[in-house]
Nanobody, 126 residues
């Protein structure tokens, strides 16, 4: 059974940094594309970032480009999201997802990913 568990969320002040982790069990990450999404209260899911199967390519939504960084550690079966210069608008539940049939043109689509975590809450407030 594949399980994704996010961690690292919390309450931080504007301008702070956080690193989210997503530990995957039941499946090796090799061969999977990875992604982070978020959902703010009352809003749709928003794709944030993806990293290719090899880790050689990363992709970002304009809203987080330059502030967030996605990375993977296949040895630890873990994917990360480094978040810097956090803003109140970044407040949301953050989810990781993996998929082994993701094509570049569909990176931002929720349906491209096969397995999802339960989410971790990030609140940015002074």
């Amino acid at each position: 059974q594949v399980q994704l568990v996010e961690s690292g969320g919390g309450l931080v002040q504007p301008g702070s940094s956080l690193r989210l982790s997503c530990a995957v069990s039941g499946r090796t990450l090799r061969g999977y594309a990875l992604a982070w999404f978020r959902q703010a209260p009352g809003k749709e899911y928003e794709w944030l970032a993806s990293i290719s199967r090899t880790g050689g390519s990363t992709y970002y939504a304009d809203s987080v480009k330059g502030r967030f960084a996605i990375s993977r550690d296949n040895g630890k079966n873990t994917v990360y999201l480094q978040m810097n210069s956090l803003k109140p608008d970044d407040t949301a539940a953050y989810y990781c997802a993996i998929g082994n049939r993701v094509i570049t043109s569909a990176l931002s689509s929720r349906s491209a990913y096969d397995f999802w975590g339960q989410g971790t809450q990030v609140t940015v407030s002074s």
